[in-house]
């Protein structure tokens, strides 16, 4: 099956969530330790699924994590993709999608939350190292949301700066919070609200969406079988 090209049209289309890229077959071939790094938003997505098939199979190649990588990147780093994860430790983005050091820009938060800082270290990432592809990484059963879809149903109060949290995710979460799958829909609206955040909130990035070189796309991670999907 020919994989679909990423445009502006099916970015802006899904909020900044492309949805397209979810028809990559599952057999991905897995990449070589000295593949290149991705150039375009649809070999960038292709790479990360072929290393979490590795990784959900017993397949890992634990690509650049040696002492020669280390000092290869150490007057440099040159990463292919931006994560926006949840500071959840299970969820650890070189080891599930099998890269290494230098590879991935990490910005990890609970909830994986688009603020002013993390939007800053985005854009960062995005002019210094013009990476073809930025992902939001949820995964079930996040903390932060259940936190909030509890504080919504008790009426409870979340102690200290957690309330921060709870407060941020609040009108994400709430459609959501009487639900009986309701932390599992608001996992997912959340990485798509965060998705579209992240484009329509920063115009480097946005410019970049819009030209095609760089892609956000959402996705979710089973913390039970290991496996992430895309979220359209």
Known sequence: MPIPAIGRRSLLAAGGVAAGVLALPAAAHAAAKDEPAPTTPTAAVRRLLAGN?????????????????????????????????????RVS????????????FDDRVAGNIVDDLLLGSIEYAVEEFAPPLIVVLGHERCGAVSATINAINTGATAPGHIATIVETLRPIVAPYASAADGVERAVQANIKAQAAAIVAQSEIVRERVEAGTTAVVGARYDLDAGVVSLVH
Not at 59 to 74: F, G, I, M, W
């Open 93 to 104: 983005p070189e080891l599930l999608f099998d890269e290494g050091i230098g590879d991935l």
């Open 53 to 89: 098939r590795r990784f959900t199979t017993g397949h890992s190649r634990h690509p650049h994590q040696t002492l020669d990588r280390l000092h290869e990147v150490a007057a440099g780093q040159h990463p292919w993709a931006v994560l926006l994860g949840c500071a959840d430790s």
